[in-house]
């Protein structure tokens, strides 16, 4: 095939799975097409890894083992886009109920992009030595693929690799990578929290202990903890995603329930959060008269993801040399969350995990500071939006171009290097701002 249709093949896929998304541990569609194009391309292909996971490996003579993974995961989000691919799928959401369905947070680019790296390396292994270890992880938005992959025995079943590589698409432009050495992406926690009252009537609240205005309070009051309990030079966000409550505006009723998530980066600093959440919480329960103690049930967690500073140096000097100098970078912490690094952990080994811009370059023509990228960015819509669309095109492409550069770099090399890419963008070397709700 030629380049022209390599992209095109490229793009069809993209517009397909984004079209058909699936939910955590639903993702049977897409693992299905998975599987049929790696055996097609000759991997050795298992199905069902971690419930709904694919592992790729090639061999290709002696050498190191890579491992290249990619998330596969949609959202429960209707879409807003308006493209003539949206997505009008629905699912089944975690707690039983009916839910649109989107790829709001980009796992169809990291699909698309390691299907297109595996076609590549493939078509290209005389260029390489070592293995190829594709990991397509279902459940990353659950914080349990990950770790369920790790349960299934990924690497007793298919060796350890020396290296885990990966990408997320983000409002960067397009057209460049972002990678932050060291703590790269925030650790999460999400809580469920539950406020037990006493129902009655609406007319007589006297009568009542009503977990409405609990909660109400204790929503108020979790607003201060980040801005009067954590130090300037700390780093947390806490948020309130979800708050519920009866279903009649004249019954009061026994519990309410929220529904809260915290990043950190420093072990410390959760602590002093989880600790403030649970103080605040039942404070709150106490004050109110509450007929029963709170419940705070910790239902997902992700751990700060950690890149390796030597690891990522290696892999940026194989970005200069292949795709071209000035395409990287720093995009600053990433309050985001992701499992990937959970891979690297229990591998042992080191972890490089880099953001892929996706926003369209047009918007920010004429922009030469941090500031106004910083401005830009803000404006656009963010993954887990309803209006998250990443462009095409340079998305994919430098997609495939930084996952092949990348696996090249830890791979024993046995050719010349890839010339470096015409695409390569000038004048953003400098470090962007920080990048908010980037994953998880």
Known sequence: MSPADVLADLEHIYRDLHAHPELAFAEHRTAGIIAE??????YETTTGVGRTGVVGVLRNGPGPTALLRADMDALPVE????????????GTAADGSDTAVMHA????????????????????RDTWSGTLMLVFQPAEEVGGGAQSMIDDGIFDRFGKPDVVLGQHVSPLPAGLLGLRKGPAFAGADMLHIVLHGRGGHGSRPETTVDPVVMAAATVMRLQTVVSREVAGSESAVV????MHAGNAGNVIPERAELRVSLRSYDTEVRRRLMTSIDRIVRAEAAASGAPEEPEVNLKESFPVLVNDPD?????????????????????????????????????????????????????????TDREGLQRVVRDLPSNHS???????EPTLSTGVKALVSAARTWLARRGPPVAPGA??????????????????
């Open 311 to 367: 690891a990522g140096k290696r892999t940026i000097e194989g970005w200069d040399r292949d795709l071209g100098p000035g395409l990287t970078v720093d995009p600053g912490p990433v309050t985001g969350s992701e499992d990937v690094g959970m891979l690297a952990t229990a591998a042992g080994v080191p972890l490089v995990y880099w953001l892929l811009g996706g926003a369209d370059p047009a918007a920010f023509a004429g922009v």
């Open 239 to 242: 948020t309130v995603g979800a």
């Open 37 to 42: 194009r790696l055996e097609a391309l000759g």
């Open 79 to 90: 879409e807003e886009t308006g493209l003539p691919y949206a997505s009008t799928a629905r």
């Open 423 to 440: 695409d390569a963008q000038e004048g953003w070397s400098r470090p962007a701002p920080p990048l908010l709700c980037v994953a998880g």
């Open 105 to 124: 947070c980009g796992h169809d680019v990291h699909v698309t992009c390691l299907l297109g790296a595996a076609a590549t390396l493939v078509a290209e």
């Open 386 to 392: 309803a209006q998250f669309a990443p462009v095409i």
